[in-house]
């Protein structure tokens, strides 16, 4: 049975994730789910979820050590499918510039930035329900079109330098990546377990994905 494994590095209440991976998962016979901060666990999982909610220097630096060397030993050497969860999406930038500039994953090139709207009658942080609006295909994205809502909570953004590895913006005074994608890799800046049908199908999406 495929093991997908919710990390627990420290930086984020994960049970309503939990809950909604384990949901989709007995829907889709998608496996087991287990939450687990194990170098261990993550070393030896089919599937890997980074959840959270914090600061980019913080949250980096929680990872450091045998997390990041299990994760990176998953995700780049056995190539097992990797989601990250807003602040866990941010960390699979190039680096961060939330207070310190700070080197991510570098798994998607990109940097993270403070969101500045244009239209200063939009409020920072970037809070509550946006329509997405789909830029490419992927299988991540089956039966996900432009217009289904996803539910944010967030003051910095991933600027894309590589315009190819965006799935999916929204508009808060200017695009705002939702979504992005490169190899067995990939994120989302809002939280699918709190977006309900459409967060749902992206769950059960990502625990049938094979890239």
């Not at 030993?73 to 866990?88: S, T, Y």
């Not at 990109?110 to 939009?122: A, R, T």
């Not at 315009?163 to 190899?183: F, N, Q, S």
Request: hydrophobic share 45%; proline share 5%.
């Amino acid at each position: 049975m495929a093991r997908t494994v919710l990390i627990d590095a420290g930086f984020g209440n994960l049970h309503s994730a939990e809950k909604a991976f384990q949901r989709m998962a007995r829907e889709t016979d998608g496996g087991e789910i287990v939450v687990s901060g194990a170098a261990e666990d993550i070393a030896a999982a089919d599937r890997l979820v980074l959840p959270g909610d914090g600061a980019f220097p913080a949250c980096m630096r929680a990872l450091r050590g045998p997390l990041e060397e299990a994760l990176r030993e998953a995700v780049e050497h056995r190539a097992i499918p990797f989601l990250g969860i807003c602040i866990g999406m941010q960390l699979m930038a190039r680096e961060g510039h939330e207070y310190e500039t700070v080197p991510g994953l570098g798994w998607i090139d990109g940097h993270v930035v403070k969101i500045e709207p244009s239209d200063l009658s939009l409020t920072v942080p970037h809070m509550g329900w946006n329509d997405l609006v789909i830029e490419r295909p992927h299988p991540l994205l089956d039966g996900i079109a432009t217009g289904d809502h996803a539910y944010f909570v967030h003051s910095y953004h991933m600027a894309m330098d590589r315009a190819g590895e965006r799935l999916a913006h929204v508009d808060h005074g200017g695009d705002i990546t939702a979504i992005v994608a490169k190899d067995n890799a990939a994120g989302m800046q809002f939280h699918p377990e709190k977006s309900q049908e459409a967060g749902l199908r992206l769950i059960a999406n990502f625990l049938g994905w094979a890239p």
